[in-house]
């Protein structure tokens, strides 16, 4: 053996790292499941195209703690999905509140923050200091599932396929991740940087996210139809809850959480409101500049087919669509932005399902763009 080649075996490690590592049992849950069954034909295209897996039954829900502060209680949820890890969600309702209220799914955005998942939404004893920051940066400093809680509504926030405490386990990644992790920390210690233990798996779940993509797109599916599988069993254990009227259901995310709240109105004739916040144009405008600005969240290939990412609400059974815009939004075109709001004039006109509001500044869903969703699904679901 030349020396090269002992340097080369001496660098590869006996066992090969698993590719899903914590997920090893999804490949057989997709082929047991392979379909969700929706309620319309335009439903069912659009569920195929995501490959969004069937589920099974509703799975039972563990309370782990229940609080009670300024006005909001809190209460800690996880329930165990047919593969993967255990989901934590957080249940929050106005205090002393008695039922049926009016429930809402808050759906965390992606954020490049897999580290943490729907914390970023919930005011908690010990807020992570990834949550923190992502609160920070993209909520303008607020709690939204909790401020929407104590508007009289009960909010579900769950963790979500590949993030929080459904996260891939990435302690010993696999080795493309490897591979550009170690490049990453090069430059942390070129820089004098000290990461974080969230900044590490961050940086590695952001190039892990493409074998992510690759593995669902083998199996039949893509990680848009993964999270909308984890998303549509959160909305089915809402509308299960003894508190909750489960004929005034609604959603609302920001940024890929956005792109998560459309595809939830078009997969369950469940949800009567919808928010769709900075995640809103045309799939011609992303092209060529604004491709990279995304995730596998929105592009999942083949998608355009089904029409443009406005027409997709035309697919929704009932819902009414607020979608908010950012004039200097970084990662999308105003054009495509304004043209996306002309479709959707065009497509609901007279039926009053569809209000677009354009706001100054960035990619940041800012405190008056909450106020503006909460008037919204207070309106709408009419309480």
Known sequence: MTSAARTRAANVPAVRPSAIAGYEDWPAYVREHPRHEASTPAAQEFSDALGVPGGGALPAVTVHWEETYDGATTSQLSWQLGFGPRTTGWLVRPAGSKG???????LHCHGGNKFGGADRLVELPDTHPSAAAARAGHYDGRALATDI????????????????????????????????????????REDGVVPSDADQYNAAAGFHEDTVAKAAGLLGTSLAGMVAHDDLAALDILAALPDVDQDRLGCIGFSGGGGRSLALSVLSPRIRAAVVTCMMTTFESLFPAYLDAHSWLLQTPGLWKLGDWPELTTRAADARFLVQYALADELFPEDGMRQAHRILESLHAGSGRYTGSFRPGGHVFTAAMQDEALDFLAKT???
């Not at 963790?159 to 430059?187: E, H, I, N, V, Y």
């Open 381 to 383: 679901l009419a309480f």
């Open 100 to 106: 049926p209220l009016p429930g809402i799914l808050a």
């Open 149 to 188: 809680a104590r508007r009289g509504f009960a909010v579900l926030a769950h963790d979500t396929f590949g993030w929080g405490s459904r996260k891939f386990d990435l302690s010993t990644p696999p080795w493309r991740t490897a591979s550009a992790t170690a490049a990453r920390q090069a430059q942390w």
